[in-house]
């Protein structure tokens, strides 16, 4: 079976509200604002690494396009093919807006990247080891750091499975990805995945749908059931070889 999940709509367990290395919450000093000040500081040749094309003061949001563009993927006319996340570049705290009794094991942060619980990061690499980045962050809240373990994750898995075998979607132009941010249970059924293209993959991303879709194998969902693992809604979608 193959399975399918869209990214919370609005704030709450799977989307804290808040901001990443933002702890006054004016975003003036910011996790943004310390990549462009670390490109600013560089020299010009290491400048050249970080960015091969486009302006230094667009690194932050070509970091933040790398959480969730496929490695050689452009994600803008201007910004240079995405490469693997860095150390530096990786966010190292989220500072919410306000208490949060608690997180789900999978959510949502700002610019849509994704963030796993230590658990669940255990049971990705498990299944997938090598496949997938991660760093950890740490969910700061207004009086404690929040207590589960973090991770932010790079998907590193794309396909091209999906196929709309009972024509119900727009005829998508080539190049092109469908716009809808949400899968219900309806929508789901109608879905088809075909199992020969995204084989072996247990978490990834199909280059047709946007980033706050997410698909899942049978074996994922299984494993991250029997451990109890905290996610949004997700629907079972058409397998087929």
Not at 37 to 42: K, N, P, R, V, Y
Not at 55 to 70: D, L, N
Not at 104 to 121: F, Q, W
Not at 136 to 147: L, N
Request: hydrophobic share 40%; proline share 7%; glycine share 6%.
């Amino acid at each position: 079976m193959v399975w399918i999940m869209s990214m919370p709509t609005g704030f709450g367990e799977f989307w804290p509200s808040g901001g990443f290395e933002d702890a006054d919450q004016s975003g003036s000093k910011d996790w943004i604002a310390r990549l462009r000040a670390h490109i600013s500081s560089q020299p010009e040749e290491a400048q050249k690494k970080l960015m091969p094309s486009g302006a230094p003061y667009r690194y932050g949001y070509f970091v933040a396009q790398k959480f969730k563009t496929e490695i050689g993927e452009q994600p803008a006319a201007d910004l240079p093919p995405v490469t693997p996340v860095l150390a530096h570049e990786a966010p190292k705290t989220f500072n919410t807006a306000k208490t949060n009794k608690k997180l789900g094991d999978l959510i949502m942060l700002n610019s849509r990247i994704l963030a796993v619980s230590e658990g669940l990061k255990a049971i990705i690499e498990d299944l997938e080891p090598g496949i997938h980045q991660f760093f950890p962050i740490d969910i700061v809240q207004p009086r404690s750091i929040y207590p589960t373990p973090f991770y932010t994750i790079v998907i590193g898995n794309y396909r091209n499975s999906f196929r709309d075998v009972e024509a119900v979607m727009p005829e998508l132009p080539d190049g092109e990805r469908y716009t809808f941010t949400e899968v219900d249970k309806a929508a789901a059924s109608k879905m088809y995945f075909d199992r020969s293209v995204f084989g072996s993959a247990h978490i990834w991303r199909e280059r047709a749908f946007n980033e706050f879709i997410i698909n899942f194998s049978d074996e994922f969902v299984q494993s991250a059931i029997e451990a109890n693992m905290g996610l949004p809604k997700f629907y079972q979608a058409k397998e087929f070889d």
